[in-house]
Structures are given as structure tokens and as C-alpha cells.
């Protein structure tokens, strides 16, 4: 653009307003360092003057100062100026390449159309623009679209360098504590033998107890420190010691460069549509780069893929609710304990009553009830509380506890270790004071100033050396208390009261459950076509292994013995369904533990197990029913009923309300109509009954 053209552009109503320079330095360390393009924005003004604005009528902008350009979120001063731009406050736009106002294109063509609209003028180093002009207002886009496409070039140039870097394992990122760039920049375990040797103690603890929890405790109980490495400008790299905590415990056992594996993209960060920018964790198949073996580590890749087993493995158990409840007042004793070895979630408990007795079912339900879907598993309780109870009585027993002092022996070395970590520290502390002493011995007394702070240090270095030095007396003296003689002896006769308190009438569930609570951590229930599968995990970390049978339910344990039900199919061939009855019970037959025998309980278990009934059995012989029987000798059907009952006729019973069946004999045998005229019936001969013979030749085996 030439001057004409640029002093054409600006008329009259462009000059009433004001001129805003917007200036901006995308980082901190431009701010400080490039002051020559901070010079060359704020030349801009004087070409704003000469143009015919006033000194008073420039606002200058520069409150982005240190604000990326990448998104005008968060930029205040951007957004001001397109605020006054879009309120008609300004006459013209200055900014030093000003396509890079906006190294956003959408910010900078919303800038672009609201200048347009408002007939804003736009100035940079090469010449003014009217983006009411086609001409110019293309040329503006064209260098935002540039802008932005070199602001992506730039970004991928870096971070494809750094891939590469990556992928081949040279990429140096910042180590965890416990490993150090050595100065050829090859990877090695910190020089510093106290704090490997707390790390090897991290991992060992770890593996022997499984809990990240359980490896905080040990620290804390053995009053040990955990180094950690200083991020931060002051101090950057130094290593500070501090009590250990349950995430530090879980980052370090997710950390793969302390199995010696070079990895590379473990996180992906995004930006949301409020500008914040969010990191996840991938999984370990979408990391850049795993170079396993690639440097020295604490502990070998197999052993951090256990690890991180074991880790999932616990978060499964990590149910919030149920799990610290006091104990209820059920009998279950497995109560808030279970977790569903099915889906991992708490399973929660019910009670059903069986014979006046509460008999607990472990239910795994929250899926089910949040999601809508039938239940992941329900397992009967009751052989497993069995079950469980031995175990507890197998556990705590003399014998047991031998292998637990033998155990405790071994504590007693690690004590030992603790205790050799622990005096570390304090001549850490003593080499600390010495030094801080030396410091102060070698400065020259009269530079008094100089001396004072000297001194000051050395005395803080020995009220440390005396902290340490205590702090190491007071565990070591407890850790010699730990389990004497005396101690010993208390356990095991409390061991041989066990059986007996367990079992004792007045000790309630609750305190029951409690005593479980005390030797079992969680159990795990799986259940399979017959049986329930426990892993039964102590509170030592140790896991047992158990298979209980499902116990049948209501139906299944009412279910009758085979050898009754043939015993039944005999019987029916003589008897109604209620005489059957009788007969069972007469010779001492149950259909189960507490039931006898009845008439309901009979024709129950004939309909189940699809017995033909006396009515059939008796039609297949041949019987006919009143109605057959009277067109038969053709005489009414109630003429029939009283023959019977006189013993004209031979009736048999088919069911309990006494209906019967009749037997038609041969023609000469039956009755006839009308002999009643020439005797009573009552004089007539009688039909035997039909009785069973049957009676005392059948034996129930
Ligand atoms: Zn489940």
C-alpha cells in the first residue's frame, strides 16, 4: 500500500474515533527478551500520529503481555478490543503483523467482519487495510490462514522430533525420584544408596503384602521418610524427605521406568470448550513407546505387570459402602466381607428364615438395581458361614500360631533393616551438622555477618542431628519391646481360649462377626453349577482357597428319597392318596427331616413325580364309574351307590372324598333289579371289602 492510497483510506469519521494498538507477546521469556519487537509495536504509534490520530486518542492494549495467541479465551485484552471494535470506539486497528492478533482463524475473522461492519481500519508494518474492500479484506484472511498454518507447522515440527526422539528411547524426560540421568544422559539409579534402598524397600514390602496400604503402614510404623524429587524453579531437583503416602505408593507402583522400561505417551491431554485442558491416562496398548529393559530398574517388567495385576485386582474390592460397617445383628458372619467374584462389587446380605433359624444369602444386586438387569450372582449362606467358622477354628490354633512366631522371627530381621534405613538418617544429619560446622570453623571471624549465618545453620543442623537421633532411640527401643517372652505366652493362651469363646452360648453375633472381622480381610464369592468358590484373603494378605456345596433350597431339601416314591407308586394301587398318608406315617416314613406325611403332601409328590393315579389304575383294570355301572345293569345310578353300601356291589375308593369305581362281575353274580322286593338288603350277601394284603409285605429301602 502507498501512502496516498493509505491516506485515502482514513476519512474524517475514522479519525473522530480513537486508534487501539494491540500489543502482545505470546510467552514471559519474549516479553523479557525480545524487546526489539516490543520497540517495533510501539513504533506503530507514530505511524497512528501520522496519520492524523492524536496522541490522546491511541489506547494501547497490552495487558496480553506473556498470553499465548492460540485462542482468544483468557485473553482479555483481545476480547476488549473486540468489544470496542464491535461497539463503533474505534477508527482504525494497529498491531505488528496483525494477522498474528489472532493466531486463531476464527478469532481473527470475527475481528475481520466486525471491523468491516463498524468500518474499522486495520495497520500493520506493511500498510493499512479497509476490511470493507474485497481486495484487502482477502488479503487480511489470507494472512490469519497463513499465520495459523505456521503456527501448526512449528507445532509439529516440535513434537514430531520429539517423537522420534521418543520412539528411538532418547527423550529426556523428567525422571521419578530414584533415578537419575548420569552425565553421558544414560539413565541410571540414583547415587545416593539410602534412597534406593528405601525404594527396594517400597517394592518388597509390596510384594509381600499386596496392599499399597499395607506398604504406608510399614513406613509409618517404622517411622521411615520417602524422598521426593523438587519440580519447581527454586530448588529444582533436589530431593526433599517426607512421610510416604498411599497415591505416592500407587504412582510408583504404575510407574514402568522403575522396572527399567522406557515408555512414552502414557497420558493424553485434550482441551475442553471452556479452553481447560484435561489429562487421561491411556491404556498401556495406546502408549507411543514401551522400550521394556531399556535402562537399570528396581524391579523386572514381569514384576511390575504383576504388580499392576494385583493393583486392579484390589480396586475391584474397593466397594465404598458395607465395607467399615460395625457389625450388625444378624448371624451372618461374613457380613460387609463379600465381594462378588463375578463383577467385583460388594455383595450385599439378606436373611431368609428356614425353620424359625435366620439363614444369611449373599446377594450381588447394585448392578442390577442400577442397571435394571436380574442379579450378577445370589449364593446361599449357609454352608459358607459354616465353612468359614472351621477355618477361623483351624486358624487360631497352636499350631498355627508356631508358624506365626516363626514368621514373627523374620519380622524381627526386617526390624533390623528399618532400623539400618533409620540410622541412615541420622548420619545423614551428623554428616549435615559436620559439614555446617567445618562451614563455620573455616569463615573468617571478623566478617561477623557472614559468620552469624553460619553459626545460625550449624545450629539448626544439630537441633536436627538431636531430633533424628531421638526420633531413631524411641523406635529402636519399641521395635525391642516388640514380642517378648511374656508377650508370647499371653497370645497363646488367649489362641487356646478361642474355641471356647467362639462357641460359647453367651457370645453374641456381633461379637462373632467382630472376631472374624479381626482375622479375615475380604472374601471373594464365585458360584459355580454346584458349589461356591471362596478365596477367603486374611488380614496378613495371605489367601485361602475354598469349595463349599450349595445347600438345596426349600425345594430341594424337602425333595423325597426315590426309594419313597416307588415305595408311594406301590401304595397308590391299593390306597387313596390320605390312607397312603397314614400308612407312611404308621411305620415311621418322612418325606423329609421335619415333616410327616399328608394327604396334600402325597398328591403333591404323585403329581410331581407323574405317578398314575388310583382313578386311572382303576379304570385300566376295568372298573366303571356309578353311571356306566347302572346302564350296565340298567337301574339307576344311585341304585348302584346303595347296593355298594349294602355289599351288593364291589366298590373301591379312588379318592379321599370317597368316590369309587365298581367292579362288574360276571352276570350271574350281580344284583337285579327289584330283588330288593324279596329281600332286605341288609340280608343279602355282603362283598368282602376290598382290603389291602399288600400292607405288611412292603419295606422301604
Ligand atoms: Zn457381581
Same mark, same amino acid.
Given at each position: 500500500m502507498t501512502g496516498e492510497t493509505a491516506h485515502q483510506k482514513v476519512r474524517a469519521e475514522h479519525l473522530k474515533r480513537n486508534a487501539y494498538l494491540y500489543i502482545r507477546q505470546s510467552t514471559i521469556q519474549q516479553v523479557f527478551h525480545n524487546t526489539e519487537s516490543t520497540r517495533r509495536q510501539y513504533d506503530l504509534r507514530r505511524r497512528a500520529v501520522a496519520l492524523g490520530w492524536t496522541d490522546d486518542h491511541i489506547i494501547v492494549i497490552d495487558s496480553d503481555l506473556g498470553q499465548s495467541g492460540a485462542s482468544a479465551k483468557d485473553r482479555e485484552g483481545f476480547q476488549r478490543l473486540v468489544a470496542d471494535v464491535g461497539m463503533g470506539k474505534a477508527g482504525i486497528v494497529l498491531g505488528l503483523e496483525v494477522s498474528r492478533l489472532a493466531r486463531n482463524s476464527s478469532d481473527w475473522h470475527r475481528l475481520l467482519e466486525i471491523c468491516a461492519l463498524t468500518e474499522t481500519l486495520i495497520l500493520d508494518e506493511d500498510g493499512l487495510y479497509d476490511p470493507g474492500h474485497f481486495n484487502d479484506r482477502l488479503l487480511l484472511g489470507m494472512k490469519g490462514t497463513m499465520s495459523e498454518a505456521e503456527l501448526h507447522m512449528l507445532r509439529s515440527r516440535l513434537r514430531g522430533g520429539m517423537l522420534n526422539k521418543a520412539s528411538r528411547g532418547e527423550l529426556q524426560v523428567p525422571l521419578p525420584v530414584g533415578l537419575s540421568y548420569d552425565v553421558s544422559g544414560k539413565v541410571v539409579l540414583t547415587p545416593d544408596s539410602q534412597v534406593q534402598e528405601v525404594l527396594y524397600t517400597l517394592f518388597k514390602t509390596y510384594e509381600r503384602t499386596g496392599s499399597a496400604s499395607a506398604v504406608v503402614k510399614h513406613f509409618n510404623k517404622n517411622a521411615l521418610e520417602f524422598p521426593r524429587r523438587i519440580r519447581g524453579q527454586i530448588n529444582k531437583g533436589k530431593t526433599v524427605w517426607g512421610p510416604l503416602m498411599h497415591t505416592r505408593v500407587l504412582h510408583i507402583l504404575h510407574n514402568p521406568r522403575y522396572a527399567g522400561a522406557f515408555v512414552y505417551g502414557r497420558m493424553k491431554s485434550h482441551k475442553n470448550a471452556n479452553g481447560k485442558t484435561s489429562v487421561n491416562a491411556l491404556p498401556m496398548d495406546q502408549w507411543h513407546t514401551i522400550i521394556p529393559d531399556a535402562h537399570p530398574g528396581y524391579i523386572t517388567w514381569e514384576q511390575y505387570n504383576d504388580n499392576l495385576k494385583t493393583l486392579r485386582a484390589c480396586s475391584q474390592a474397593y466397594g465404598k459402602d458395607r465395607r467399615n460397617h460395625p457389625p450388625g445383628r444378624g448371624p451372618a458372619l461374613l457380613q460387609g466381607l463379600v465381594v462378588c467374584g463375578v463383577c467385583g462389587q460388594r455383595m450385599t446380605l439378606r436373611y431368609h428364615g428356614r425353620n424359625g433359624i435366620l439363614v444369611p444369602d449373599y446377594v450381588c444386586q447394585r448392578h442390577g438395581i442400577e442397571y435394571g438387569k436380574p442379579h450378577c450372582q445370589h449364593i446361599p449362606g449357609g454352608n459358607v458361614d459354616k465353612a468359614i467358622e472351621q477355618l477361623l477354628l483351624e486358624l487360631v490354633k497352636p499350631v498355627?500360631?508356631?508358624?506365626?512366631?516363626?514368621?514373627?522371627?523374620?519380622? /524381627?530381621?526386617?526390624?533390623?533393616?528399618? *532400623?539400618?534405613?533409620?540410622? $541412615? !538418617?541420622? $548420619?545423614?544429619?551428623?554428616?549435615?551438622? *559436620?559439614?555446617?560446622?567445618?562451614?563455620?570453623?573455616?569463615?573468617?571471624?571478623?566478617?561477623?555477618?557472614?559468620?552469624?549465618?553460619?553459626?545460625?545453620?550449624?545450629?539448626?543442623?544439630?537441633?536436627?542431628?538431636?531430633?533424628?537421633?531421638?526420633?531413631?532411640? $524411641? /523406635? #529402636?527401643?519399641?521395635?525391642?519391646?516388640?514380642?517378648?517372652?511374656?508377650?508370647?505366652?499371653? +497370645?497363646?493362651?488367649?489362641? @487356646?481360649?478361642?474355641? !471356647?469363646?467362639?462357641?460359647?452360648?453367651?457370645?453374641?453375633? /456381633? /461379637?462373632?462377626?467382630?472376631?472374624?472381622?479381626?482375622?479375615?480381610?475380604?472374601?471373594?464369592?464365585?458360584?459355580?453349577?454346584?458349589?461356591?468358590?471362596?478365596?477367603?484373603?486374611? @488380614?496378613?494378605?495371605?489367601? #485361602? #482357597?475354598?469349595?463349599?456345596? %450349595?445347600?438345596?433350597?426349600?425345594?430341594?431339601?424337602?425333595?423325597?428319597?426315590?426309594?419313597?416314591?416307588?415305595? +408311594?407308586?406301590?401304595?397308590? *394301587? #391299593?390306597?387313596?392318596?390320605?390312607?397312603?398318608?397314614?400308612?407312611?406315617?404308621?411305620?415311621? %416314613?418322612?418325606?423329609?427331616?421335619?415333616?410327616?406325611?399328608?394327604?396334600? +403332601?402325597?398328591?403333591r409328590l404323585r403329581r410331581e413325580n407323574n405317578l398314575k393315579c388310583r382313578y386311572e389304575r382303576l379304570r385300566e383294570r376295568g372298573l366303571l364309574t356309578a353311571d356306566e355301572m347302572a346302564k350296565e345293569l340298567n337301574v339307576a345310578s344311585i341304585t348302584i351307590k346303595i347296593w355298594r353300601r349294602h355289599g351288593l356291589l364291589k366298590g373301591y375308593k379312588y379318592n379321599d372324598k370317597g368316590e369309587r369305581l365298581f367292579e362288574l362281575g360276571p352276570k350271574e353274580i350281580m344284583p337285579v333289579k327289584s330283588q330288593g322286593l324279596k329281600y332286605k338288603l341288609s340280608e343279602r350277601t355282603k362283598y368282602e371289602e376290598l382290603v389291602s394284603h399288600a400292607t405288611n409285605e412292603v419295606q422301604v429301602e
Open positions: 498355627t500360631l508356631e508358624v506365626a512366631f516363626t514368621v514373627q522371627m523374620e519380622v /524381627q530381621q526386617r526390624l533390623k533393616e528399618a *532400623d539400618k534405613l533409620r540410622y $541412615q !538418617k541420622v $548420619q545423614r544429619a551428623q554428616y549435615q551438622a *559436620d559439614l555446617a560446622r567445618e562451614r563455620f570453623m573455616n569463615i573468617d571471624p571478623r566478617n561477623r555477618l557472614v559468620a552469624d549465618q553460619l553459626e545460625a545453620d550449624w545450629n539448626e543442623k544439630l537441633r536436627v542431628l538431636s531430633q533424628a537421633r531421638e526420633e531413631y532411640e $524411641q /523406635q #529402636h527401643n519399641l521395635d525391642k519391646t516388640k514380642l517378648d517372652k511374656q508377650c508370647r505366652e499371653k +497370645i497363646m493362651s488367649l489362641v @487356646k481360649n478361642f474355641p !471356647k469363646v467362639w462357641n460359647d452360648p453367651a457370645t453374641t453375633d /456381633q /461379637q462373632r462377626k467382630r472376631m472374624v472381622k479381626l482375622i479375615i480381610e475380604d472374601v471373594t464369592m464365585k458360584r459355580t453349577a454346584k458349589n461356591v468358590d471362596l478365596d477367603i484373603r486374611l @488380614k496378613g494378605g495371605a489367601v #485361602h #482357597h475354598m469349595t463349599v456345596a %450349595i445347600p438345596l433350597n426349600a425345594w430341594q431339601a424337602r425333595k423325597t428319597k426315590p426309594e419313597i416314591i416307588d415305595e +408311594i407308586d406301590k401304595l397308590i *394301587d #391299593h390306597f387313596t392318596d390320605e390312607e397312603i398318608a397314614e400308612n407312611l406315617n404308621r411305620r415311621g %416314613i418322612k418325606p423329609s427331616e421335619s415333616e410327616e406325611f399328608s394327604r396334600i +403332601i402325597v398328591s
